[in-house]
């Protein structure tokens, strides 16, 4: 991947456009006027609306980001190859894990809401639009201004905000570490940000799908 695709004032506007909108995000959630779960999702759009309008007024336009219109179904034929590849493992290491006497699944164990109806609100922010919002902050913006110091650093130091964004601290962060690692790697190798798009989707997804499983047999 070319570096220095990002420099220092859309790495800066970035963030600062991000924090401004969860600060908002979270002074509506206090006022409870509308669901958490909409609130959430309406914040990931408009994050992805002023990060996408900064690197196009400030920067070198949404192919620094490794996003075009034409690379997007290639991109995400190729996500479902890494997704392929990856749950292949991912399936492996739970078996060995569950043979050694460890429930692997505990991981990803998920709650979900309370409200039926929120439910499908639940699976399309947390399974599609937070993970573009994602991907195009940490992968096509940290990642990319970090890279310009190397792969290794960049993957450490997208990977380390990546962890703490989510703020999980009950428990050892495995998913978002893994996650962070593979989805800057398939960044890297395919500079297609549609790729990690694709894989984070897919993988929410398949969490969503088997953590809410557990919690329900436990129910």
Sequence with gaps: ??????????????????????????ALVSFDIASPIALTGAARL????????IVITWGKGIDSLGLSGATIASGFTRGLLW???????????FGIVYAAGANPLELIHTRLPEEHSEIILFFLVGGVVAPVAEEILFRGVI??????????TAIIVST??????????????????????????????EENLIVPITIHILGNFAIFILGSGIALACL
């Design 46 to 53: 408009i994050e992805i609306s002023l990060i996408l309008v």
């Design 83 to 93: 997704s392929t590849a990856f749950g292949v493992v991912a399936a492996a290491v």
């Design 143 to 152: 990642y990319g201004f970090f890279r310009r110091w190397g792969i290794v």
């Design 160 to 189: 380390i905000i990546f962890v703490l964004a989510h703020a999980i601290f009950s428990r050892i962060p495995v998913t978002q570490a893994v996650g962070g690692i593979l989805f800057a790697l398939a960044y890297e190798v």
């Design 1 to 26: 991947m070319e570096a220095e695709k990002i420099d220092i004032r859309i790495l800066l506007l970035s963030l600062a456009a991000v924090i401004l909108v969860e600060m908002g995000t979270r």
